[in-house]
């Protein structure tokens, strides 16, 4: 079975070593077998909430499990649900977590409260588009993982039954335990002290309010969204605790290169091969846009490394939606085989117009060179 840790613990990917800690001590509280004695559902939900804990608080497995995702126990031994706590300490020290921090409730003899409503935790997802599909925009479906509201019992995690005499305490409202040489007493956690059931913990979702599950969810991407760029799907995320609010999806954008546009803010850069006849004598070509192939004007004598400006042809705004500008640059490019004839012709072009070409930069260096012999 795939378990996410973090959907286990209702954490964020982000999540601290100390945000995982508290996440588990809350958690080990509610589904301790020794708080929920006979329940098995606890106890299998225990047993994730301790594996979840022991990987995700050690930095080394975590980062193995961020990168392969879960892995099942191996032959090394398998998670207890106690590394990193300090069985040693005493219950009241000021030291790192201890056992007696996590239980002290329990030897205290005080009844286990379960917390008001929670909101839901955020979640975190990326979605890869094309060069095309960011600039036009539109709706894509991802799927996400979360915890989604218990539909058996409404997100309570309990169910309404007959008023009836505690079993676990036999109508008491207290429990007696005993470690070694020494006994406990503590209010019932099943029926909270009181000795009496009225509810019972709702089978389908052990109590907690939540099921694990995947969800389609439509993201609205808007055009001309750029690389790394982050929606928000508000109230997407996984489902609150006890009636509380769900929490939100973030979406990062990754949007691949194109092979020939370069992005530089609402711009489009475009480098265009022209061939030495349409620089010299003009023409109308043909280039790429993004809305389809549109034309370019080469006027007479255009000079390589040339740019020219095509107002609105950009990409769009995220924001306003307005467009921005697709800026051309002239490359000039001599056809890679010449045949006898292109030779004859561009040797005569040169005998015409070669000392035009470089007349200002021979002018610049030939120049100082006459006046320094002059003197």
């Not at 915890?147 to 309990?158: I, K, S």
């Not at 010449?338 to 930069?361: A, P, Q, W, Y």
Request: charged fraction near 25%; charge should be positive.
């Amino acid at each position: 079975m795939l378990m996410d840790f973090y959907i286990i613990l209702g954490l964020e990917r982000a999540a601290t070593v100390a945000d995982v800690k508290k996440a588990y001590r809350r958690l080990a509280r509610r589904f301790h077998p020794d708080v929920n004695p006979g329940d098995q559902r606890s106890a299998i939900r225990f047993r994730e909430i301790a594996e979840a804990y022991a990987i995700l608080s050690d930095p080394d497995r975590r980062r193995r499990y961020d990168q392969v995702g879960y892995e099942p126990a191996r032959a090394e031994g398998t998670a207890t649900g106690f590394e990193g706590f300090d069985f040693s300490a005493a219950v009241h020290s000021n030291q790192q977590s201890t056992f007696g921090d996590l239980f002290a409730d329990v030897f205290r003899g005080e009844p286990l409260h379960v917390s008001g409503p929670e909101r839901g935790a955020d979640l975190h997802t990326t979605i890869s588009l094309t060069f095309e599909q960011a600039m036009r925009g539109g709706e894509f479906r991802i799927a996400v993982g979360k915890q989604a509201t218990c539909h058996d019992c409404a997100g309570t995690g309990v169910l309404s039954m007959a008023a009836a005499r505690c079993p676990a305490c036999d109508g008491v409202g207290t429990v007696r335990s005993a470690r070694g040489h020494m006994v406990f007493t503590r209010a019932c956690g099943r029926c909270r002290g009181t000795g009496i059931l009225a509810q019972q913990t709702c089978a389908g979702c052990g109590g907690l309010g939540s099921v694990a599950r995947s969800e389609q969810l439509a993201a609205v991407v808007p055009a001309g969204i750029n690389d790394g760029a982050r929606l928000r799907l508000g109230a997407a995320g996984s489902a609150g605790r006890m009636g509380g609010p769900p929490g939100d999806v973030y979406v990062t954008v990754h949007v691949a290169p194109h092979p020939l546009f370069r992005r530089d803010g609402d711009e489009l850069h475009l480098v265009v091969p022209v061939a030495v006849h349409e620089a010299a004598l003009g023409a109308r070509i043909e280039i790429p846009g993004v809305d389809g192939p549109t034309r370019l004007r080469v006027p007479p004598g255009t000079q390589s490394g040339q740019h020219f400006r095509l107002r609105g042809r950009g990409a769009p705004s995220p924001r306003t939606g307005r467009r921005g500008d697709l800026v051309v640059e002239v490359r000039l490019m001599l056809p890679s085989v010449l045949e006898e004839r292109s030779k004859l012709l561009l040797r005569e072009l040169g005998m015409l117009n070669g000392e035009s070409v470089r007349h200002d930069f021979d002018q610049a260096w030939r120049k100082p060179e006459a006046e320094k012999r002059e003197a």
